[in-house]
């Protein structure tokens, strides 16, 4: 199974910042990633598909880029809407794996 | 519009089994493979298995594979989770989802389109 391995678990930041977030898969999985984002109590909402592609309606400041192994999703400039949590997800191969996740909360 | 509505969860004792369906409406139900993602209290998301278009794939994760089967009735637009020797650490909140494009093995394509998600919770 090919694992996700998602990082920082937690970050901390304040509107109007620039934000990474990292997703390393354990064997290569093209560009078969996709972001997602969660508020609580809520089903997940695709943000990214392809590694790359805008889900419609997406905001601009949503960006994602890797291929192969690594994988980023950034935020150019946070809103306060941003803050929730973030998962990454192979579709390569099943089983289709998430990474951990990253809660992003409001400095 | 296009809306998944999952059902038929609830309370179950260990070893029992529970049936979850997911009812789709909006768009061409025989077209699409449909997904369960799973989420247990205060975790984050677990992929649990994949139907195709067709039903010719089905995939699971190791954690359900060979307690947890999936079928679809395109008649009625439905897909069901049918679990069985259920086990505490199944507990969690089940979500349908719909593959973005159309005619998906149940490979390569990303989830676009959610349920609201039934809670499973297995305890005596």
């Known amino acids: 199974d090919i694992q996700m391995t998602q990082s920082p678990s937690s970050l901390s930041a304040s509107v109007g910042d620039r934000v990474t977030i990292t997703c390393r898969a354990s064997?290569?999985?093209?560009?078969?990633l996709n972001w997602y984002q969660q508020k609580p109590g809520k089903a997940p909402k695709l943000l990214i598909f392809?590694?790359?592609s805008f889900q419609s309606g997406v905001p601009s400041t949503f960006s994602g880029s890797g291929s192969g192994t690594d994988f980023t999703l950034t935020i150019s400039s946070l809103q306060p809407e941003d803050f929730a949590t973030y998962y990454c997800q192979q579709t390569y191969s099943a089983p289709h794996t998430f990474g951990q996740g990253t809660n992003l909360e409001i400095k | 519009q296009v809306q998944l509505v999952e059902s038929g969860g609830g309370v179950v004792q260990p070893g029992r089994s529970l049936r979850l369906s997911c009812a789709a409406s909006g768009f061409t139900f025989s077209s699409f493979a449909l997904h369960w993602v799973r989420q247990a209290p205060g975790k984050g998301l677990e992929w649990v298995s994949v139907?195709?278009?067709?039903?010719?794939?089905?995939y699971f994760a190791d954690s359900v594979k060979g307690r947890f089967t999936l079928s679809r009735d395109n008649s009625m637009s439905t897909v069901y989770l049918q679990m069985n020797s259920l086990r505490p650490e199944d507990t969690a909140v089940y979500f349908c989802?719909?593959?973005?494009?159309?005619?998906?093995?149940?490979?390569?394509?990303?989830?676009?389109?959610w349920g609201q998600g039934t809670l499973v919770t297995v305890s005596s």
């Open positions: 064997q290569s999985i093209s560009d078969y």
């Open positions: 392809g590694a790359s």
């Open positions: 989802a719909r593959e973005s494009g159309l005619y998906g093995s149940g490979n390569y394509d990303s989830l676009g389109t």
């Open positions: 139907i195709s278009y067709d039903s010719t794939h089905k």
